[in-house]
């Protein structure tokens, strides 16, 4: 079962502009990450927030949590053509593995 | 420090065939993993292995075999493949611990006719 759900599936911006993806979770988490993967590529890990953290910040990445609401966005600043990419919210394993589970994702493509 | 490889890059099966998909890493990680992505979906955890000797099942695990053949590598078996196994199959790694990263590899691309 997906355990992370991305909102916007897809979101398309101009370059410069600002990027706002949303995950909502299911159950109690222990950390919750972001995954950016570029068309063809594997998974490449961009940050990860640990459920006592609110927010989080990296270069021009900004990572927010909501245990209360299940919930984390992440937000990417001044966007760039290299950003075109899916993003994926990823979870620990509710049945006690050490895997992630991933959302669906959010394709994000930037306009120059 | 290639990270993690993956062998082969693309496959085609026919269906009842047989396959073993190799993932190699170099980072000392522990813990390894193979997960399988379909068209519009999230990452799904076919199996892991926490550590050298041990193996679990994941989400989706029917129709796949593992082998921890040391602490470096990490094969995932499909031993009779079927038209619903096509996918794209990726391996990972992490440091042993729920806190960490993982660590992809670029995936193969496998079809079953």
């Known amino acids: 079962s997906q355990q992370g759900e991305e909102d916007p599936q897809a979101l398309s911006i101009q370059e410069g502009e600002n990027a706002t993806m949303n995950c909502s979770y299911k159950t109690s988490i222990n950390n919750l990450q972001w995954y950016r993967q570029n068309s063809g590529r594997g998974l490449v890990h961009l940050i990860l927030?640990?459920?006592?953290?609110r927010e989080k910040h990296s270069g021009r990445l900004r990572v927010t949590l909501d245990t209360s609401k299940k919930s984390s966005s992440l937000l990417i600043t001044a966007s760039r053509a290299a950003d075109t990419a899916s993003y994926f919210c990823?979870?620990?394993?509710?049945?006690?593995?050490?895997?992630?589970?991933f959302g669906k994702g959010t394709h994000l493509i930037i306009q120059p | 420090n290639a990270g993690v490889t993956q062998t082969p890059k693309f496959q085609v099966l026919k269906t009842g065939q047989s396959m073993t998909l190799q993932c190699a890493q170099d980072?000392?990680?522990?813990?390894m993993y193979w997960y399988r992505q379909d068209p519009g979906m999230g990452l799904r955890l076919i199996y892991y292995?926490?550590?050298?000797?041990?193996?679990d099942k994941g989400e989706v695990p029917n129709g796949y075999n593992v082998s921890r053949l040391n602490k470096r590598e990490f094969s995932l078996r499909l031993e009779s493949a079927a038209p619903s196994q096509t996918s794209v199959y990726f391996c990972a790694s992490s440091e042993l611990g729920r806190v960490n990263e993982q660590f992809f590899g670029p995936g193969t691309r496998l079809t079953v006719l």
């Open positions: 292995s926490a550590s050298e000797g041990t193996t």
């Open positions: 927030i640990r459920s006592n953290e």
């Open positions: 980072m000392n990680h522990n813990s």
């Open positions: 990823a979870t620990r394993s509710g049945g006690g593995a050490d895997g992630l589970t």
